[in-house]
């Protein structure tokens, strides 16, 4: 009955490489973000989609390819890995997400951690 | 562009004490402010949301104050347990969107027995 699902949770693998990340919300969410959080705690968020449609593109390196096959999906395609990639990678899901002032707070998946060699 | 602080990356208390953690803002006048609790390993977990016109809230053994005035949240927990040590991070909703959250960079709490 979780919430907020990744897959993989760990992810090790070689500089150059093209790697993705899944993350499944049952939780009936319109919205669903991906964030990176650093090896000093600091949780950055990349990006952010709201029924299929990207709606925060962060600064991030074009290497970087978020894909929302549906709703309740948002995966996270890397390619070319890179030494400073490794992080824990964070997907998250709310339930009103754009332009409220309501209160948006989000449910956090478990994280990924991806530590390029 | 708009900041976040969290005074003190770490806090040791003795249990059964009350713990206060301080989130400070700057740079705009956020509609709400929320606190998260996140465990090694794990993802954050939402804790409390306070609004702008409110002053306090309370949850459980758990309170906090948000200041508009002074650009500060004060999270405190009473009757601390071991059970409460946990990193706790206070997050803001984005000036330019309310969907882009904005994290600090978190206080790790430990409360000793």
């Known amino acids: 009955d979780t919430a907020v699902s990744q897959t993989p949770k760990y992810l090790v693998t070689q500089m150059g490489n093209d790697k993705s990340i899944k993350c499944e919300q049952n939780?009936?969410?319109?919205?669903m973000y991906w964030y990176k959080q650093d090896s000093k705690k600091f949780l950055k968020i990349m990006f952010s989609?709201?029924?299929?449609?990207?709606?925060i593109n962060e600064t991030v390196p074009n290497r970087f390819s978020p894909k929302s096959p549906d709703k309740a999906h948002l995966n996270l395609h890397i390619n070319s890995l890179e030494l400073g990639d490794s992080a824990v990678y964070f997907c998250?899901?709310?339930?009103?997400?754009?332009?409220?002032?309501?209160?948006?707070?989000?449910?956090f998946g478990p994280g990924t951690r991806l530590t390029v060699l | 562009s708009q900041k976040i602080e969290q005074n003190s990356e770490a806090l040791n208390i003795q249990e059964g004490k009350t713990a206060t953690l301080t989130c400070n803002y700057t740079?705009?006048?956020?509609?709400?402010l929320q606190w998260y609790r996140q465990d090694p390993g794990r993802g954050p977990v939402f804790l409390l949301l306070?609004?702008?016109?409110?002053k306090e809230k309370r949850k459980e053994r758990l309170k906090v104050t948000f200041d508009t005035t002074l650009k500060q949240s004060l999270f405190h927990i009473t009757a601390s347990q071991p059970a409460d040590s946990a990193t706790y991070l206070c997050?803001?909703?984005?000036?330019?969107?309310?969907?882009?959250?904005?994290f600090g960079s978190g206080t790790r709490l430990s409360i000793r027995p």
């Open positions: 998250a899901s709310s339930q009103e997400g754009w332009g409220t002032s309501g209160g948006v707070y989000q449910f």
């Open positions: 939780l009936g969410h319109d919205t």
């Open positions: 989609y709201n029924n299929k449609e990207l709606i």
């Open positions: 740079n705009y006048s956020p509609a709400y």
């Open positions: 306070i609004r702008e016109n409110e």
């Open positions: 997050a803001l909703p984005g000036y330019s969107s309310a969907s882009k959250i904005i």
